[in-house]
């Protein structure tokens, strides 16, 4: 179905759609999309049915979920499958910190984590969204365990300091300020559709439908279209037992004017979008889990600790040049090579390819991205605020998002996010020593939780762009280089083939590693077949 076909009247779906994001943000244009009957396309969600037939020696670079995915296929359909990894363990990208785990950055700032047993920090991918199907495919197959990650709470504190008016700077729940805002809108647009105005091309039923469906939606009064507060917005006085509190009191909506002024707004499109549903999926006991399962499968093809240092190729074969541990300099041959290195790591490697496939992996740039752990002596939050996981939106530089775990609940301790920042304010942190970081998301939470402070027991703190083996936390492409370079990355180079999540358009998911590495064996395959 065509998102441009004219609803009754001759206003397109898209302009349709287009007026309702403007009014009402994502949340409303999803709602009137769901109206609409528009669904999203899913992921991949089965490997390549590589089947019998021929096969060949594969080198696999990178034990990242790309490289995982890779040789676990390729070894099921009969490759002879060596993997290398410049790491002592498995995973990439897919790494959770629990206690004992160790981290020294490029600038030799040496960390080991302190949790205690049980707790963790996914300092690495954290949620999985229903459709990325691949990922799915494998935490079913390779039995990892999975729990929900609330990902959207209307209970969470909406908290924003750089605005202006009544409620800057003032501690909001996520779910009043989405009442508002849906509501108000709301009530802007059924009085002009009510009155013909929208759009003359709308018909009288057309109209009139729209307007039963915003007064639905946005919580209105049938007689004047006026919103007073939803039902589910929330209370001053709770309802209770008896006369008092009885019936409760409803909470007074806020202004919309002091909701736009306050820039608190900007934290309604940060959930509820297709890459963040409200509710998630998380690998019970940290997302590590994922290639934990994949190296019981798989863990005698790999090699540990062996650095990349050149990468030769002929016209019958790939020889991978490689220390290990000890320093000592080995290699490795094969007839082809899944290469899963970030492009970012893999520029410093001698690699034996085109010009034009050089030039192509320098056009990827990769994000700074940096995370901050905080184990919590007590579940303040639950306890005090009845705050049950979710995220604490900010206008803090350097923190971002304050996020609370969606496991462990009413449970004693708790390891909170208290920081999760990208780009020039992820640079900026990583700048701090660990200890400082840690202070710098103190200070913050504690504007919002009084009891913040008292109750950080130890920190731990992760800058993928200062992780020598990342040097970023993913693949980032400009429209410019994703229409030139990507497509060649995206094809071999002679017997080379790259996978990774920079290789496809699920950037920084683990479902963009997988995928891309499905689609690399299939290509693999099927030449192996024509040899």
């Not at 990208?93 to 981290?103: I, S």
């Not at 541990?325 to 090579?337: F, H, P, Q, R, T």
Request: proline share 5%.
């Amino acid at each position: 179905m065509s998102s441009s076909h004219p609803l009754a009247g001759g206003l397109s779906r898209r302009q349709f759609i287009d007026r309702l994001a403007a009014v009402g943000g994502v949340s409303l244009a999803m709602a009137g999309m769901d109206a609409l009957g528009f669904g999203f396309a899913s992921a991949q969600t089965t490997p390549p049915k590589l089947g019998s037939g021929k096969t060949a020696k594969v080198i696999v670079l990178g034990a990242g979920l790309a490289g995982l995915t890779a040789a676990y296929e390729l070894s099921k359909a009969g490759y002879a499958v060596q993997v290398l990894e410049a790491r002592d363990f498995a995973g990439g990208r897919c790494q959770t910190a629990r206690k004992g785990f160790t981290h020294t950055d490029l600038t030799g700032a040496k960390q080991t984590c302190e949790f205690d047993e049980g707790l963790y920090l996914n300092h690495g991918p954290w949620r999985i969204p229903y459709h990325h199907g691949s990922v799915l495919h494998y935490t079913q197959t390779l039995g990892v365990p999975l729990e929900l990650m609330v990902n959207d709470n209307d209970a969470a504190y909406v908290y924003f300091k750089k605005g202006s008016g009544p409620l800057a700077g003032k501690r909001l729940r996520r779910g009043e300020l989405t009442a508002d805002v849906r509501g108000q809108a709301a009530e802007l647009m059924a009085k002009v559709a009510g009155k013909g105005d929208l759009d003359a091309s709308l018909s009288a039923q057309d109209r009139a439908l729209f307007v039963d469906y915003l007064v639905r939606d946005g919580a209105l009064s049938a007689k004047d279209l006026s919103y007073d507060g939803a039902h589910g917005r929330g209370y001053l006085v709770k309802p209770g037992a008896g006369v008092d509190p009885g019936p409760g009191q409803p909470g007074k909506p806020y202004a919309l004017t002091d909701i736009l002024a306050s820039g608190a707004w900007k934290a309604l499109s940060d959930a509820a979008t297709y890459d963040h549903p409200k509710t998630m999926f998380q690998a019970v006991g940290g997302m590590d889990m994922i290639a934990k399962a994949f190296v019981r499968e798989i863990g005698p093809m790999i090699r540990y600790s062996a650095v990349v240092e050149k990468i030769s190729q002929s016209p019958s074969g790939v020889t991978v040049a490689y220390r290990d541990a000890a320093g000592a300099k080995l290699e490795a041959s094969a007839d082809y090579c899944v290469c899963t290195i970030p492009l970012s790591v893999l520029s410093g490697v001698a690699l034996d390819a085109s010009a034009p496939f050089k030039a192509a992996m320098s056009a990827c740039a990769y994000t700074p991205v940096n995370k901050i752990g905080l184990q919590m002596k007590r579940r303040f939050w639950e306890e005090n605020h009845q705050i049950y996981g979710g995220h604490i939106h900010t206008d803090f530089s350097g923190v971002g998002n304050i996020s609370l775990p969606s496991t462990g609940w009413q449970g004693r301790k708790g390891v909170v996010l208290g920081a999760y920042a990208f780009g020039g304010d992820a640079a900026r942190v990583s700048a701090l020593p660990p200890a400082a970081r840690a202070a710098l998301a103190i200070r913050a939470g504690q504007e919002i939780f009084p009891e913040y402070a008292e109750n950080v027991e130890n920190a731990f703190s992760f800058c993928w762009h200062l992780a020598d083996f990342n040097l970023g936390g993913w693949g980032n492409w400009s429209p410019d280089a994703r229409k030139e370079s990507y497509p060649v990355l995206c094809e071999p180079d002679g017997r080379l083939y790259l996978a990774g999540e920079h290789l496809s358009y699920l950037g920084g998911w683990q479902a963009g590693a997988i995928e891309s590495a499905w689609q690399q064996i299939a290509k693999i395959h099927a030449r192996v077949q024509q040899a």
